[in-house]
């Protein structure tokens, strides 16, 4: 079966950086766009940024604009985000998501009832 394993949350302080990741398995991880969502406590999952299936296709919210990267591997099966001047605000749980690709006109998908994968989630907090 489809698994989506995520890894490299933490606590850090504002202004720091991580790196999370996301291991595909059970897929053909190149015939999926991807993605990364995030919950808060009390507020709804929120799209963060999406990859398309070749890596040649990225969009973000503006909230992480310039300071977030997302990026893939498909010969590892991964998918990457690297999330710098990290402020308080990103504190949430991180999720990664799959969805079969898009035609290269179409832009990527960034509602959560699009996706079809999802991993379990891998806690961020960033203290002031």
């Known amino acids: 079966q489809v698994q989506l394993v995520e890894s490299g949350g933490g606590l850090v302080q504002a202004g720091g950086s991580l790196r999370l990741s996301c291991a595909a398995s059970g897929l053909t991880f190149s015939s999926y766009d991807m993605a990364w969502f995030r919950q808060a406590p009390g507020k709804e999952r929120e799209f963060v940024a999406a990859?398309?299936?070749?890596?040649?296709?990225?969009s973000y919210v503006d909230s992480v604009k310039g300071r977030f990267t997302i990026s893939r591997d498909n010969a590892k099966n991964t998918v990457n985000l690297q999330m710098n001047s990290l402020k308080t605000e990103d504190t949430a749980v991180y999720y990664c998501?799959?969805?079969?690709?898009?035609?290269?006109?179409?832009?990527?998908?960034?509602?959560?009832?699009?996706?079809?994968?999802w991993g379990q989630g891998t806690q961020v907090t960033v203290s002031s």
């Open positions: 998501a799959g969805t079969s690709r898009r035609p290269f006109y179409l832009p990527l998908r960034s509602q959560s009832r699009e996706y079809d994968y």
């Open positions: 990859i398309g299936w070749n890596g040649s296709k990225t």
